[in-house]
């Protein structure tokens, strides 16, 4: 048996729940032919790189596959007839990725600061500024500020 990653892209406009629906059809063919689904990643609706099949966006989900090749090519026949699936791709690896992937680590910021966090304890330039009398223009609307008020 071989260690294989296997992604695919199914189309943007249909449900998170069919997308799931789909990904358990595909783990059921993997495991009807010998093969075995160790780890399933939902990445989501995600940003395509460019246009496929006249679409810009589509939900990614990942497998990792502890199985023979018998088992990949009935998968990757299936998914070719496949309407929702718009793109899938499949890479022999020497083992498989313990733990979260690499795009879920990055989807997931907890440790990361927020990013208006921290603009406190800077200063603002405008702040306490006091008017240039030297330039004409900012002395002239500064006198006639002062005359309206009184």
């Keep these: 048996m071989a260690f294989y990653e296997h992604i695919f892209i199914a189309r943007q406009d249909i449900q998170p729940q069919q997308v799931e629906a789909i990904s358990k059809d595909l783990t059921k063919i993997v495991e009807d032919n010998g093969g075995k689904v160790t780890k399933t990643e939902q990445w989501g609706l995600r940003s395509l790189a460019y246009r496929i099949k006249k679409y810009k966006k589509g939900h990614y989900v990942l497998?990792?596959?502890d199985g023979s090749s018998d088992a990949i090519s009935e998968l990757e026949r299936?998914?070719?007839l496949h309407e929702d699936i718009v793109r899938f791709m499949t890479i022999r690896v020497e083992e498989l990725e313990v733990g979260d992937s690499v795009v879920v680590k990055s989807?997931?910021?907890?440790?990361?600061p927020s990013?208006?966090?921290g603009r406190d304890s800077r200063p603002n330039r405008?702040?306490?500024?006091k008017p240039d009398y030297n330039n004409s223009d900012n002395a002239a609307s500064e006198k006639s500020e002062t005359a309206a008020t009184k």
């Design 107 to 112: 989807r997931d910021r907890e440790g990361r």
């Design 78 to 80: 299936n998914e070719r």
């Design 115 to 117: 990013r208006y966090e």
């Design 126 to 129: 405008f702040e306490n500024k």
């Design 63 to 65: 497998f990792n596959i």
